[in-house]
């Protein structure tokens, strides 16, 4: 296994370019086989684990695969496969997606049940009433949802929950839908941009689909999709783990390739605490030219404040002077990072889902365990901060979720490199 060693307190400066985001491409590579043709997919972080399995269920299905630098051409033609076992959607839970365009094209889907994971329960029961809704019939046995989809139709269905819409949800019924008769629409959908890229990408392929980006999508359903050629959107949790870690180390850096429409709620947050931040079409420039101050945050669906930026954005409040509360809203339960960096020195008290960061000055560098991607990131960042070295164990994790992260921090300066655990 592999670790990252990080010797702290280094200010980035430079520039990084961000890759294509794999939340986007996961759900996109996954709809490819509603088509009958060849689909190409461009800008697609052809190196992060979930992507490697997703390329790997997608030929375990039997379709045919070719990764050529970033892009992806997947030639769907005549695959039969209808299954996702519990050995892929159990390294990567994201393979739920499979079940949309599996019902959509081939009438029938087994997808191994995913489970709970270390952020917390993960619920399936709003993708079960999306595609029930449709008229499928659904059973869980052995571990797997079976769902039968013979006889699918449009309907008006409700997709809120306890912690409110859901993206991957959203993403399966509206790709079961393209191919269903009738019309569908989806009340209380998600918005999150790559929840609209998905979307743009279906619609490239013929899809009949209105509404997306706002919480009510509707959509057509047509006999036949064809390929269609994509450019993913930018990775906007990878843009905001940058722009923090240029804030964290009193750094300057310019992040390209990126979208700052699609961190909005991250700007102004790290704005309020004093951090500048200019940008333009695709670059943000971020400087911290001055002493910090703490802001309150709480994780919101989009356009609200990322649960994927949450323990990032903790790392950063552990070492700015006074009381920072930060309430987690869409998995509760999601704070392993709380006590790794308390083991660093920061001053963290869990209340519910809410985690009181009393800022220190500094932080020491010491032995992490990354327990899930997230969670690594806001790690990397600590240890950037920190004093002295530091060892972020189980990176694995990272490499689920961040492109090369090690190699583009060095570019900025930082002092990280990879070693065998
Ligand atoms: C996606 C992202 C993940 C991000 C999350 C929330 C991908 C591949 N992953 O995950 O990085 O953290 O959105 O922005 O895109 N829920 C239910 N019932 C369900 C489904 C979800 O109650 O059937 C709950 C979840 O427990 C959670 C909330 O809804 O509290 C949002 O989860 P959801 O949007 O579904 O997350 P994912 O789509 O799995």
């Not at 960096?341 to 032995?367: C, D, Q, Y």
Request: aromatic share 4%.
């Amino acid at each position: 296994m592999d670790k990252l060693i990080i010797d702290g307190g280094v200010r980035l400066k430079g520039s990084v370019e961000v890759s294509g985001a794999k939340n986007a491409a996961l759900p996109i590579l996954a709809a490819t086989l509603l088509a009958d043709e060849k689909s190409v997919i461009k800008n697609v972080p052809t190196s992060l684990l979930d992507v490697i399995t997703m390329v790997k269920i997608i030929r375990y299905l039997g379709a045919k695969v070719e990764v050529q630098g970033n892009t992806i051409t997947v030639e769907p033609k005549g695959y039969k496969g209808c299954t996702a076992p519990y050995k892929f959607v159990s390294t990567m839970r994201a393979s739920i997606c499979l079940l949309g365009p599996l019902l959509g094209k081939q009438k029938y889907a087994e997808v191994s049940f995913p489970g709970g994971c270390v952020i917390g329960p993960r619920p399936v029961d709003l993708h079960l009433k999306g595609i029930k809704a449709l008229g499928a019939k659904v059973k869980i046995y052995g571990g797997y949802i079976i769902a039968d989809g013979r006889n699918l139709r449009g309907s008006h269905v409700y997709l809120g929950g306890h912690f409110g819409s859901s993206v991957l949800a959203t993403a399966n019924v509206m790709m079961a839908a393209t191919l269903t008769k009738g019309r569908t629409i989806i009340e209380n959908a998600a918005c999150e941009p790559e929840v609209v890229d998905l979307a743009h990408f279906l619609k490239q392929m013929g899809a009949k689909i209105e509404g997306e980006s706002t919480h009510k999508i509707e959509i057509e359903g047509v006999k036949k999709l064809a390929g269609a050629e994509h450019m993913l959107i930018a990775d906007r949790i990878e843009t905001g783990t940058y722009m923090i870690g240029a804030a964290i180390t009193d750094g300057d850096i310019v992040i390209k390739k990126a979208n700052p429409n699609h961190c909005i709620a991250l700007i102004d947050k790290l704005r309020e605490a004093g951090v500048s931040i200019t940008f333009g079409k695709n670059e943000i420039h971020v400087r911290k030219t001055r002493s910090l101050k703490p802001v309150d945050v709480t994780t919101l669906p989009y356009p609200g404040f990322p649960t994927d930026m949450q323990a990032q954005f903790m790392s950063l409040m552990c070492v700015t002077k006074g009381i920072s509360v930060i309430t987690e809203k869409i998995y509760p339960e999601r704070f392993m990072h709380l006590s790794e960096l308390n083991r660093m020195g920061a001053n963290i008290i869990l209340e519910g889902p809410t985690a009181i960061v009393k800022g220190v000055k500094n932080l020491s560098g010491a032995p992490l365990m990354a327990s899930d991607l997230r969670a690594s990131a806001a790690l990397v960042l600590a240890g950037l901060a920190g004093k002295g070295k530091s060892e972020v164990l189980r990176v694995y994790h990272l490499d689920r979720g961040y492109e090369d992260m090690e190699k583009k921090l060095s570019r900025l300066g930082a002092k990280i490199w990879r070693e065998k655990e």
